[in-house]
C-alpha cells in the first residue's frame, strides 16, 4: 500500500560528475540488486548528517570518519543487511568493503563512504559483496538514477526520486537525489538513506549548512512508528562540475539553490511518508501559536506518534476525542484547554475547552476520506509553528513488522 | 483476547463498610449494567490518584475537589460516556450527577466522589444516569463487588479484581479492589479505573503515601499504547470498620498492610495489561544497572512503547536488534553498547556490543514462544532498577481502535 501521487520524478536530471551503478549480490534474495555503487567526480564534496541513535551501526562510524578525511570519491550502499549490533566484527567488515571497492577503483579507503540497511545483527556478508563491486563498477552511468533508486530499497513498495533543472548565471545545474526507508522512522534520522547530489560547487561550510538545517526541516520531521534506526544517513553532494560557484551564504545564487534543494529534500522525505509501513493517508501535524519549539515539536510528535490517533486516522474516524487527548499529554506545562483550538485539514473540531459550536460530523467525515490530511493544532500562546509528517497505523504495518524477517 | 490466568479472584472478601449497586442507565448500549454506585461507611478515609494529562475530564476536576472537602460518602461511576471535552457543559453534568445522588442518599454533593469512563467529546446523559440511581442503591450489597467488576468495563474483555484477608492484631481484615482499563493506557495513569478497598482504620496522611507510592509501581508502571487518558483515576479506600487501626508508618502493622496492598496494586494492574487491547503477551520489561530512575525508566519505557519490538513480540519473533536499537534511541547520555547486556527470559541476546556468543534462535524462540516474557536490560552502570509492563502490538489492537465507535 501506499499514498498519493508517484514518489519518482518522471525525469532524472543527470548531475554531472556523478555516475551509478548496481549489482546483485545475492544479501537477502538471490538475484535482487542490493549494492549500488555512486561514483562522484575529483573535486566533489560531501556533508552528512547521522542517525542519533548511540547505537549507531559500524558503517556510520566509517562513514564519518572516512568523511572527516576528506575527499571522498565513491559511496557504496548495501540492502539486506545493516550490519549493526555486530560489535568489532561488523567495524571491520565495513572497512572490509571500502578497501575493496577503493582497491578496485585505484583509491585509498578512505575515499569511500559504507551505508548500510536491512536486518540488525547478522554479520555482513563482506565476500558476496566484494565480488558485486566488479558488476556495479561496470554498470556506472550518469542515467543510471531510477536503477539505484531500486537498488537502496528494503521494505519500501516503491523506489523514491525527487529531481530539479535550473539556470544559475546562465549555466543549467542540476539536483537529483534519492531516499529510501518504509519503517523504523523517527525523528532524528530513520532507516532512511538520502543521496541528494548537485553539480553547482559549494563551499564546504555552506554545504554543511544546507545539509543540516535542510535535513532537520524534511527527514527530522518525519515519523512512521517513532523507532529511529541504527543506520541512518543522508549526504548532500556538490560535484562542482557544472560551473556555478556558491562561496558563502551571501551569494546571489545561495537562496534560489537552497530552495530548489529544499523542494528535493521535502518530496524526498515525504515520499517516505508516502510509503510508510502500510500507510493509507499522508498526515500532516502542523503546531502554531506555541511559546517555542520545544513546545511545539512536543506537540505535534505526541500526535504523530499516537497510536490511537493513527488507528482512528486508518479508520478515516474524526475521532478528534484522542487529538485532544494526546495534545494534553504531550508534557507542555501551563497549556490551557480553553485557548488551543484544533483543525482538521479546514474543519474546526475544538475551541473553547470543547468542540467546536459549529463542528458536525459530516464536516469531519468529508476531511477524514481523503488521502491527505492536515491536523492542525493552535496552542495560542505564542508564535512559533512547527510542522511534521506522519501516516496512520493499519492492519498491514502490524502484518509487515510481525512478518518482517519470516 | 487475553493474555494468561484469570483476572478475578476466587472470591471477594468483602470489606465492612463497603457496600456496591450497579443498575443500567442505556448510555452505549441498551440493557448494559453501566452506572455502579459505592456507598462508604460514616468515617471512611479516601486517598486518590489522578491523571497527568493536562486536559483532565470533568469528573476527574470534580472528584479531586470533593475529595479536598472531605468525607467522601459515595463514589459514582459510569462507563460509556467519558465526560472529557466537554467543556463548562461537563461540568455542570459532573456536579448535576452527584447532586442527584446526595439528595437521594440524604447527604451533600461532596459527598460524592464522580468517575466517567468512555468516549470523549459526547455531552454525559445525565438524565438517564440520575434516572438509573434508584436502581443502583436498590442494589447495594456488601458482596456484589464481582458486579461492580463488570459495570466498570469499557473495552475491557474480562471484569478485574483481586482480594486479600489477613489477621492484624488478632482481628480479620479484609482488602479488595477493582480495576478497569484496555486501551490508552500508559504511565502517569491511563484510561483505567482502580478502586481498593480495607476496612482497617488508616490516617489520612498514611493513607495518601500509600496511594501514591503504591500507585506508582503498579498503575503508573503499565503501558499498552503510550497514550495517557484525560480521565484516569485510582482511590485507595479506608473504611476503619475492623477494629485495627494504622495511625503511622511506624505502626508495626504498616508493613504488613503494605505488602498485601502492594498486592492486590500490582494484580489489578497487571489485569489491565493481561486485557490490553489485542494482547497475547505479558511482558515484563526490567531495566537494571542503571546509574538514575529517570534513565532506567526512559529504556524501560522506550521498549515498551516500541511498535517494532511490540510487533516482534506478537510474532514471537526473538528480534533482538529491534530491542537493541530502543534501547539506543532512549536519550540516555553516554550509554556504553560494549557494557550492557540484554536478555530474554534467561537467555542472553546481546553481550559484548552484539549477538552474544551463546545465544542460538532456537534459544531466543522458545522463550518468544512464551505467553509470559521478560525482557532484561542491564545498562551495567550503576544499581537503580526499575520495572514496568506491558503487551504485544496486534492485528486485533488496530482493529479495535479502528472500529471504537462504528
Redesign the interface.
Known amino acids: 500500500m501506499a499514498v498519493g501521487s508517484a514518489t519518482m520524478p518522471e525525469h532524472f536530471h543527470p548531475v554531472v560528475g556523478v555516475r551509478l551503478g548496481v549489482a546483485s549480490a545475492g544479501i537477502k534474495k538471490p538475484g535482487r540488486k542490493d549494492v549500488v555503487v555512486i561514483e562522484l567526480a575529483k573535486g566533489s564534496r560531501v556533508a552528512g548528517i547521522f542517525t542519533?541513535?548511540?547505537?549507531?551501526a559500524a558503517p556510520v562510524h566509517v562513514a564519518r570518519d572516512h568523511l572527516e578525511r576528506g575527499e571522498p570519491r565513491y559511496l557504496l550502499i548495501n540492502t539486506g543487511n545493516?550490519n549493526?549490533?555486530?560489535?568489532?566484527?561488523?567495524m571491520r567488515d565495513a572497512r572490509a568493503c571500502c578497501e575493496a571497492l577503493a582497491k578496485a577503483a585505484q583509491h585509498e579507503a578512505h575515499a569511500v563512504l559504507p551505508f548500510s540497511t536491512g536486518?540488525?545483527?547478522e554479520p555482513l556478508p563482506v565476500d558476496r559483496i566484494v565480488d558485486a563491486l566488479p558488476q556495479a563498477l561496470a554498470d556506472l552511468s550518469e542515467t543510471h538514477w531510477p536503477e539505484a533508486a531500486a537498488g537502496i530499497m528494503t521494505t519500501d513498495t516503491r523506489p523514491k526520486g525527487s529531481s530539479r533543472q535550473l539556470t544559475l548565471d546562465g549555466k543549467i545545474v542540476n539536483i537529483s537525489g534519492l531516499s529510501k526507508g518504509a519503517?523504523?522512522i523517527?525523528p532524528?534520522m530513520a532507516t532512511l538513506l538520502g543521496f541528494i547530489a548537485t553539480d553547482v560547487a559549494i563551499a564546504p561550510s555552506v554545504l554543511q549548512k544546507l545539509a543540516s538545517e535542510l535535513g532537520e526541516i524534511s527527514f527530522n520531521r518525519i515519523t512512521v512508528?517513532?523507532?529511529?534506526?541504527?543506520n541512518d544517513a543522508c549526504m548532500l553532494i556538490a560535484t562542482g562540475q557544472a560551473g556555478v560557484e556558491i562561496a558563502s551564504v551571501e551569494s546571489e545564487h545561495y537562496p534560489i539553490l537552497r530552495e530548489a534543494l529544499k523542494e528535493v529534500f521535502l518530496e524526498l522525505a515525504h515520499a517516505i511518508i508516502r510509503d510508510g509501513e502500510g500507510a493509507t493517508k499522508f498526515v500532516t501535524v502542523e503546531v502554531m501559536g506555541a511559546a517555542a519549539q520545544k513546545e511545539a515539536l512536543d506537540v505535534a510528535y505526541t500526535v504523530a506518534?499516537?497510536?490511537?490517533v493513527k488507528?482512528?486516522l486508518?479508520?478515516s474516524?474524526p475521532?478528534?476525542?484522542?487529538i485532544?487527548?494526546?495534545?494534553?499529554?504531550a508534557g507542555?506545562e501551563g497549556?490551557d484547554?480553553?485557548a488551543i483550538e484544533i483543525y482538521l485539514g479546514d474543519v474546526c473540531l475544538?475551541r473553547?475547552?470543547?468542540?467546536a459550536e459549529d463542528y458536525t460530523e459530516e464536516r469531519g467525515q468529508a476531511v477524514m476520506d481523503q488521502e491527505e490530511i492536515t491536523i492542525r493544532i493552535d496552542l495560542r500562546r505564542g508564535t512559533i509553528e512547527e510542522r511534521v509528517w506522519t501516516c496512520d497505523?493499519?492492519?498491514d504495518?502490524?502484518?509487515i513488522?510481525?512478518?518482517?524477517?519470516?
Open positions: 542519533a541513535n548511540q547505537f549507531c545493516a549493526a549490533g555486530t560489535g568489532e566484527r561488523g536486518v540488525i545483527g519503517g523504523m523517527c532524528n512508528d517513532g523507532d529511529t534506526s541504527t506518534h499516537s497510536p490511537l488507528t482512528a486508518f479508520a474516524d475521532n478528534w476525542g484522542r485532544l487527548a494526546a495534545v494534553g499529554r507542555v497549556l484547554l480553553d475544538v473553547n475547552g470543547g468542540r497505523f493499519s492492519h504495518y502490524v502484518t513488522n510481525a512478518e518482517y524477517r519470516t
